[in-house]
């Protein structure tokens, strides 16, 4: 069900571009990504893809909903770029792209709705050259996991430990890890925990009853330079960067 439900969320996030979180995470990632060859895990509206294809670098996109798909590959070539973007049912990776294929692998927001998160680790392990970088975001605090994840098709949430052991069991050397989305983390935990409700998605797309897009606008602009600048000691996303060990030569 949770490929299902992750579909359906999609379904309203690719007619947003004004989701302050998830531009935010994606110029994070930019920031690690190397080239030439990339693997975006989950494309929704393309942003990064776009970005690095235009940069020069081969992309492969993958998206679990036909929709996000179809929107990247008409950006693409609105842009005068090929098609980017493949469906993709987060199973059956390295059949989809094949072995020690990329430079670099995004995959921000993805381990927590695959059913099963130690193939795709050990999966994502394999596609990746032996050198190659890993750029993973995923939730933080278990104890979290609530009504909001449970409508979004989370299945988990992560400790540092487990997430770290995950990658590190499949053969992924993580090189640093950190929280973000910090801001979130106090109403998140008031609301899922505190008044046991569902905290709604509406403010990330800007709808802001009365207020216009000022709010959108300021939290834009937090994460922008606040929460992809500082490392805070909490936060509601691990942010993970990891390395396939290099072969060694005999």
């Known amino acids: 069900m949770t490929i299902d439900t992750m579909r359906w969320h999609e379904a309203v996030n690719v007619h947003y571009d004004r989701d302050f979180r998830r531009q935010s995470l ?17 494309c929704i509206t393309g942003a990064l893809a776009l970005d690095l294809a235009q940069a020069g ?20 070539k609105a842009r005068g770029l090929p098609p980017l973007a493949q469906s993709w049912d987060l199973t059956g990776l390295v059949a989809r792209v094949g072995r020690d294929c990329f430079d670099t692998v995004v995959c ?14 050990a999966e994502i392990a394999q596609v990746v050259k032996p050198g190659g970088r890993v750029i993973i975001a ?10 909001r994840d449970q409508s979004l098709g989370h299945l988990r949430r992560y400790t540092r ?51 216009g ?22 936060g509601m996303t691990h942010v993970v960067i990891a390395q396939r060990p290099a072969e060694r030569l005999h």
């Open 57 to 76: 670098m081969d992309v492969t996109a993958l998206d679990g909903y036909d929709g996000a798909v179809e929107q990247t590959n008409a950006r693409a």
């Open 161 to 211: 430990a487990q997430l770290k052991a995950l990658l590190e069991t499949h053969g992924l050397q993580v090189e640093s890890m950190r929280f973000w989305n910090f801001i979130s983390l106090p109403l998140y935990w008031l609301i899922e925990r505190g008044l046991n409700a569902r905290i709604s998605d509406e403010f990330r797309y800007g709808w802001w009853s009365g207020l």
């Open 213 to 234: 897009e000022w709010p959108n606008r300021g939290l834009t602009w937090w994460y922008l330079h606040v929460e992809n600048r500082i490392r805070f000691p909490l």
């Open 108 to 121: 921000l927001d993805v381990l927590n709705h695959a059913l099963d998160d130690r193939a795709m680790a």
């Open 26 to 42: 994606v110029r994070l990632a930019r920031r690690y990504v190397l080239g030439p060859r990339v693997l975006d895990m989950r």
């Open 138 to 147: 995923a939730p933080a605090f278990p104890r979290l996991l609530g009504k």
